[in-house]
């Protein structure tokens, strides 16, 4: 059965629509507070200003199904998991639409012990949705030791005072991160340049943060920094710039702490898990290495359910959902970017020396907006431009077209034998899909 609610990350959308509004959020927090048997709940948020509207509506669903709630106020999604991981809370709430823009928002579930639910389970709220729920008086209780006790965490993953004299730029996209980055990063002796750091409740995402890193590469060019980290709203990706002002996506990311962590034989079952989305070079790194690859579908949370099904200790995907066994068990962008700046840190190595490690297939993703997700099938020029590049192509290249899990958007990737070709064929597919959805 297919979920009608929950998308490839919660539920999402403009706030005051259909999904989004307080209404609705309380039905489902009642449903999830049934299903989750009552207890405690913890319910963090980033700084979108219906935020706390959201709060309050899901605060009366899940009292109404006889939960205990305990506001963690504006802090990332992965210290939400960590409080979950480190309690014994029934259920975890993220008020959040990550990196959406500040119109919409979402909410995020995870279960006991920081983990994000499985398509089954959230099948199993959606199927006890109330028709409504008897306004009550919505009460909770502050808990405001997540953000510190995060920070405490995060600064233990390396040395204490190893980061002096390193100058780091920091986009925290005018999120929750806003609050936690720079203060860990100070802790251990860094100068931080600070972007995207000053949330007002409409500006989340707005031109900063890891959809934006074009300001990022270039301030860390401007004032001579080591690097630059950038998250999106919630905090649970990172996307990073090289002392050269070059980009590096979450496949750079990940197969940089993949090699380190074989040659240190730190990797579990030498195995890293990524997802179809990953580029092919992922692949040849990380076996050249004496290594294996594992791919699941898209989404983070299925990363995450195949790292626990093997065993393995590191996952993520190329949007910078980066998951590190040692530090949660969600996505982490800080986390994911102390991993990378232990590994530096280490070997005394700038990170344009250690991102050569991954060469890339040539590559081209982008997205255009969709009227309605037409079923792929039922786009006639779509199909026959999709036939065409399978014929064409063969085992040279590869193509992934598929709808958004969290906005009205359809994602195409080409990758092929050379650069030309994939822009060739990516303009082809895009014209297409246009052609049939807008």
């Not at 496949?251 to 990797?267: C, K, M, N, P, W």
């Not at 359910?305 to 910078?320: N, T, V």
């Not at 991102?355 to 020029?381: E, F, G, M, N, Y």
Request: proline share 4%; with cysteine.
């Amino acid at each position: 059965m297919k979920r009608q609610y929950f998308g490839t990350d919660g539920v999402r959308g403009p706030f005051g629509g259909t999904l989004v509004n307080p209404e609705f959020a309380t039905r489902l927090a009642y449903a999830a507070g049934k299903w989750t048997g009552g207890g405690r709940v913890f319910i963090g948020r980033d700084t979108r200003g219906s935020g706390p509207t959201l709060l309050v509506a899901l605060a009366n669903g899940l009292l109404a199904a006889g939960c205990e709630i305990y506001d963690l106020g504006a802090v990332p999604t992965p210290a939400v998991a960590r409080e979950l991981k480190i309690s014994d809370a029934s259920l975890g709430v993220v008020i959040t639409a990550s990196h959406n823009p500040a119109g919409d928002n979402g909410i995020k579930f995870f279960a006991p012990g920081g983990i994000k639910l499985s398509d089954e389970q959230e099948l199993e709220i959606e199927a006890n949705l109330p028709e409504s729920v008897s306004e009550t008086l919505a009460s909770f209780r502050f808990h405001r030791g997540a953000r510190s006790g995060y920070i405490f965490a995060m600064c233990e993953i390396m040395p204490a005072n190893s980061l002096a004299g390193w100058k780091i730029v920091v986009d925290t996209a005018n999120g929750a991160t806003s609050y936690t980055t720079p203060n860990v990063l100070e802790i251990l002796g860094a100068e931080v340049d600070k972007i995207g750091n000053k949330p007002d409740g409409t500006n989340i995402n707005a031109d900063v943060g890891s959809e934006h890193p074009a300001q990022l590469a270039a301030r860390v060019v401007g004032v001579g920094a080591r690097l630059g980290v950038a998250h999106d709203g919630d905090g649970d990706r990172c996307i990073l710039s090289d002392e050269l002002g070059q980009v590096l996506d979450g496949d750079e990311v990940l197969t940089i702490l993949a090699l380190d962590a074989i040659s240190r034989g730190a990797l579990a079952g030498n195995t890293l898990v990524v997802t179809r989305q990953s580029n092919l070079g992922v692949d040849v790194a990380v076996k050249a290495a004496g290594g294996q690859v594992v791919r699941t579908d898209i989404g983070d949370r299925y990363v995450a359910e195949k790292m626990r099904e093997i065993g393995s200790s590191l996952g993520g995907e190329s949007s910078g959902h980066i998951i590190c066994d040692e530090v949660g068990p969600t996505g982490d962008g800080l986390g994911a970017a102390l991993r990378i700046l232990d590994v530096m840190y280490r070997t005394g190595k700038n990170l344009s020396e250690l991102r050569s490690v991954l060469v890339k297939a040539p590559q081209k993703s982008s997205a255009i907006q969709v009227k309605h997700k037409t079923a792929l099938d039922a786009c006639p020029q779509l199909q026959e431009a999709m036939a065409a590049v399978t014929a064409e192509f063969g085992e040279a290249g590869r193509m992934l077209i598929r709808y958004s899990g969290t906005e009205p958007k359809l994602r195409i990737l080409v990758e092929g034998p050379t650069i030309e070709a994939v822009e060739a064929v990516y303009a082809r597919l895009e014209t297409a899909a246009k052609a049939d959805l807008t």
